[in-house]
């Protein structure tokens, strides 16, 4: 696989390099000169575990808003006012987000958040040798195959991550209180910094990298023949 194609697999844990100052957008490795820390926070502590962690790329946060965002795009607007309330007060906030955000990450809802945070963890195993190159780079080519079924841009891409995080963000929220907490997310400023900083700066690969750039996806590694995804 050539650098270009490479540096557009990396590209899917852009926001992550944002979030995290220092970090490479283009590079192999997320750090290029440090190990990462991967048991606090994910529970990591070996490859075995990180390749199970790494199908929350399919069952992670987007599977709570997927219903939801399905069905914002086909419901009549009389049908999505009855489903609204046929619904639980909770789950009927989260419908409410989703119709409120579907215009900006599209179909794909928040699948960003869980794609880009696996292309980081990929990046970092890298870099703490648990996970050699080729072994990376067909697993991001496996990232790429969802991230372009479910989006058509970057622009989508990356809004269904921010997205994404601010519902992780009010996770913990109680029923009362997370419709309010998702609100004030739009305005939060650690995301609106970050957002900037992917639109100017120019280290960020996205204006070289076409969202339908070519990827010729690599042969599975015979180490990961076990390992049962696509």
């Known amino acids: 696989m050539d650098e270009r194609a490479q540096h557009w697999l990396y590209a899917l844990s852009a926001p992550m390099v944002a979030l995290n100052p220092g970090a490479s957008y283009t590079a192999p490795d997320f750090y290029a000169d440090r190990r990462v820390n991967l048991v606090d926070g994910w529970g990591i502590h070996n490859r075995a575990e990180l390749l199970d962690m790494l199908r929350m790329a399919d069952n992670g946060h987007a599977s709570q808003l997927a219903a939801a965002y399905w069905q914002w795009q086909r419901c009549l607007p009389s049908q ?35 794609l880009g945070r696996m292309s980081f963890l990929l990046r970092c195993a890298r870099g703490n040798a648990w996970i050699d190159l080729d072994e990376s780079l067909w697993l991001h080519s496996c990232l790429a195959v969802r991230a372009r079924h479910y989006y058509n841009s970057w622009s989508t891409y990356v809004a269904g991550f921010f997205i994404g995080r601010a519902f992780w963000n009010c996770l913990g929220n109680s029923d009362e209180q997370v419709g309010h907490e998702l609100e004030r997310q739009g305005s939060y400023l650690g995301n609106l910094g970050i957002m900037r900083e992917l639109g100017l700066d120019p280290a960020v690969p996205f204006a070289e990298l076409p969202w339908d750039l070519p990827l010729a996806r690599p042969d599975k590694p015979v180490s990961l023949e076990e390992f049962n995804w696509s």
């Open 80 to 114: 999505w006012q009855t489903l609204l309330a046929s619904l639980a007060p909770r789950e009927r906030i989260l419908h409410q987000y989703a119709s409120r955000t579907a215009g900006e990450c599209g179909p794909g809802g928040i699948r960003a958040w869980d």
